[in-house]
């Protein structure tokens, strides 16, 4: 049994997703010490909204481990939604 605490103070000013590809077993995610996601052993391609982040923000990602292997992947993803066109071919 053990757990592990990654932490990151500042961001470049933007909306940010994180995506887990793998993690084994438990995770949790604070942004500015208020839990913001959480998921049991070994879901693969969750992922959580970390929502508005700038040069003061921090993010807490903490991993817990029951028994057997252990491990964790994940991305820090620009969550901002860019203004397009569509046009007449293009359907959504």
């Known amino acids: 049994l053990f757990a592990v605490s990654f ?3 500042g961001f470049p000013a933007g909306m940010y ?10 995770v949790s ?7 913001v996601f959480s998921v049991g052993c070994c879901n ?12 003061k923000s921090t993010v807490e990602v903490r991993l817990a ?6 491990g ?11 203004a397009c066109s569509i046009t007449g071919t293009q359907t959504i």
Not at 29 to 35: A, C, K, L, S, T
Not at 72 to 82: A, F, K
């Open 7 to 9: 932490k990151r103070t």
């Open 17 to 26: 997703l994180m995506q887990f590809p793998t993690h084994d077993d438990n």
């Open 29 to 35: 995610v604070f942004v500015n010490g208020r839990q």
């Open 44 to 55: 693969t391609n969750s992922s959580a909204t970390l929502g508005q982040l700038d040069a």
């Open 65 to 70: 481990e029951g028994f057997g292997g252990a």
């Open 72 to 82: 964790i992947t994940w991305n820090l993803v620009d969550g901002t939604i860019h």
